[in-house]
T-cell receptor
Framework: KNQVEQSPQSLIILEGKNCTLQCNYTVSPFSNLRWYKQDTGRGPVSLTIMTFSENTKSNGRYTATLDADTKQSSLHITASQLSDSASYICVVSARGGSYIPTFGRGTSLIVHP | DAGVTQSPTHLIKTRGQQVTLRCSPKSGHDTVSWYQQALGQGPQFIFQYYEEEERQRGNFPDRFSGHQFPNYSSELNVNALLLGDSALYLC??????????????FGEGSRLTVL
């Protein structure tokens, strides 16, 4: 069964600090992995996409890594801002099969001033 | 370029009633997927429409039904509402079934409260 597990479930940090969110998956055969940011009560917005051959992808202060061998990904946020407060969802897609991406439950990040 | 639009943004219903939610996909997209997101949870896949047919379905009862129109817009219908149906309903669009490995563009969601 395809699964995506995220940790921690929630995280509180001070503004300006860095943090790292984790995603472990069992989706196979792997196609790509995306990180989405979801502000409270809003729809998710894609931050990064990584395919099998990529192990690092950056989008401003967001840097995603992928280890396809261990089936792990991380999202590192540098110099956090209050606007980073949101839920971060890891989504993994498989090649072929049911075509439906598998969603993690998300990590809730709160950035305090 | 219009993104994914959903309506209504908020609505309140009582148990046993029926509700219809609407979605217009991003310009150029032809595939619409619906997700249910309970508070504090990740989105749960309900079903996907392509070429006006339901192509995939998640683990949801028959009370949840949908439709896709020739202009690619879509509706989600929920009958006999239960308290547990209270959630944020998200519509996501993409290009073709093969685009399921591609980016999903989400609308802002419809917040349904069942009393």
């Amino acid at each position: 069964k395809n699964q995506v597990e995220q940790s921690p479930q929630s995280l509180i940090i001070l503004e300006g600090k860095n943090c790292t969110l984790q995603c472990n998956y069992t989706v196979s055969p792997f196609s790509n992995l995306r990180w989405y940011k979801q502000d409270t009560g809003r729809g998710p917005v894609s931050l990064t996409i990584m395919t099998f051959s990529e192990n690092t992808k950056s989008n401003g202060r967001y840097t995603a890594t992928l280890d396809a061998d261990t089936k792990q990904s991380s999202l590192h946020i540098t110099a956090s801002q209050l606007s980073d407060s949101a839920s971060y969802i890891c989504v993994v897609s498989a090649r072929g099969g049911s075509y439906i991406p598998t969603f993690g439950r998300g990590t809730s990040l709160i950035v305090h001033p | 370029d219009a993104g994914v639009t959903q309506s209504p943004t908020h609505l309140i219903k009582t148990r046993g009633q029926q509700v219809t939610l609407r979605c217009s996909p991003k310009s150029g997209h032809d595939t619409v997927s619906w997700y249910q997101q309970a508070l504090g949870q990740g989105p749960q896949f309900i079903f996907q429409y392509y070429e006006e047919e339901e192509r995939q379905r998640g683990n949801f009862p028959d009370r949840f039904s949908g439709h896709q129109f020739p202009n690619y817009s879509s509706e989600l219908n929920v009958n006999a509402l239960l308290l547990g149906d209270s959630a944020l309903y998200l519509c996501a669009s993409s290009l073709g079934l093969a685009g399921n490995t591609g980016e999903l563009f989400f609308g802002e969601g419809s917040r349904l409260t069942v009393l």
